[in-house]
């Protein structure tokens, strides 16, 4: 697993453990609610040895088990370890924007957030599958949970992959039900949009490493940079760059 370092960057390094070493977690992402779990697992009598937010996995585990997924709000896919129980947690956020490889085979299970580490296994087979070829010459992608190897899969979004004693098990911890529609009029939407963006963005801004907008001049863009939290993290000193073609200064011979 590759990690994305954001935050803490020293101590946050992995793997992380619990006190006792019992529980292990490595982990590609970011957790945007890790203030709020931290602190209401800090109420709850749990120590932390560092300022990440992977920790909040392992004590989220300890204290909630299997139903600790469902309280994060981030984009990740992590692997937990329990020792005292034998069990493993292969665990994807809920719209599937970190990816996580996975390969079940001869009563093994090899992992990773990119198809190359599992390749690194020379014992995973690697025979193509034709289906998953043919999505991708039809569509330009393969579609989840395929990959262009038949042995290797993709973890569904808002899933966990739970391997426990030899058995192989899958759990949705997550699914999306919209909320019954009620005219309230467009300025209430409005009003409601501002205040879940503005939300989004100033979770997102939480950050050890300097911060940068990119402008796509698409439609979602433009309305981040605006929220008053990125327009104040830029007054602080961050950086925006406008993304485009790169003008070509030498006339053509």
């Known amino acids: 697993m590759r990690r994305l370092s954001i935050i803490d960057l020293v101590s946050g390094r992995q793997p992380i453990k619990n006190e006792t070493g019992d529980v292990v977690v490595v982990y590609n992402g970011e957790c945007y609610n890790f203030q709020d779990l931290r602190s209401e697992l800090q109420n709850l009598g749990h120590t932390f040895t560092t300022n990440s937010d992977t920790e909040v996995l392992v004590h989220g585990y300890e204290e909630w ?3 600790m997924p469902a309280r994060l709000n981030g984009m990740f896919g992590f692997a937990l370890w329990d020792r005292k129980k034998a069990r493993l947690l292969l665990v994807r956020d809920r719209m599937g924007i970190k990816p996580l490889y996975y390969a079940l085979f001869d009563h093994q299970l090899v992992f990773g957030s990119e198809i190359k580490a599992l390749l690194a296994d020379s014992s995973v087979p690697l025979d193509l599958d034709p289906t998953a070829l043919d999505d991708f010459l039809s569509l330009r992608y393969i579609p989840t949970p395929s990959s262009i190897y038949t042995a290797i899969r993709k973890l569904e979004p808002a899933t966990m992959l739970i391997w426990e004693k030899g058995q192989v098990r899958f759990k949705k911890y997550w699914t999306f039900e919209p909320a019954d529609f009620k005219d309230r009029g467009l300025p209430y939407y409005l009003e409601k949009l501002d205040g879940l963006l503005a939300d989004a963005v100033q979770r997102q801004l939480i950050s050890d490493v300097p911060i940068g907008t ?5 439609l979602d863009s433009p309305p981040v940079f605006e929220t008053p ?9 961050q950086n925006s760059d ?11 011979n």
């Open 242 to 252: 406008d993304i485009g073609e790169k003008k070509n200064e030498t006339p053509p």
């Open 214 to 218: 990119f402008l796509s001049g698409g």
């Open 229 to 237: 939290d990125q327009k104040d993290s830029e007054s602080k000193g």
């Open 65 to 67: 088990g299997e139903e």
